[in-house]
């Protein structure tokens, strides 16, 4: 009888670490942060974020839908940011200049969505629930 109760534990110990999903999903969060607005000479604007993977494993590739709105609250601009492989634990900043478009002239910058935050074989995680969203500039940044 023992060894039947062993036998069915490791089974299902077997089964557990194999099946898709189970015991995978992920902890921690992603970090994005607004970190700064900067006026460029062409009358543009640098944008800075910084990204801090705060989950166990690796991004490989971190895609963000992002909306800019005007000083209206009017929608200017969708763009699609990507950032490459980010190590679990580490840190990757992203520039970005906005030809044409003054700083003075953003009010806000909406997450619309978030791709590739874990490796496909993780399902049901909607990547935009593990953002941790922090701002230091004077723009609202996120919902």
Sequence with gaps: MRFL????????????????????????????ELNRLE????????????????????????????????????????????FSRISAGKTRVLFFDLAGKSCDSLSRLHINDVTNCVPASITDVYCPDLLALENRTAIQFGD
Excluded at 19 to 26: I, R, V
Excluded at 52 to 78: C, H, K, S, W
Aim: charged share 15%.
């Design 5 to 32: 109760t062993q036998f069915v534990a490791i089974c299902f110990l077997s089964i557990a670490s194999v099946t898709p999903g189970l015991a995978q999903a992920p902890t921690g969060n992603i970090k994005l």
């Design 39 to 82: 006026p460029m000479q062409d009358g543009g604007c640098r944008l800075s974020i910084v990204a801090q993977n705060g989950l166990e494993r690796p991004i490989n590739n971190l895609g963000l839908e992002v909306v800019f709105f005007d000083a209206d609250g009017l929608i200017e601009q969708f763009l699609r940011l990507q």
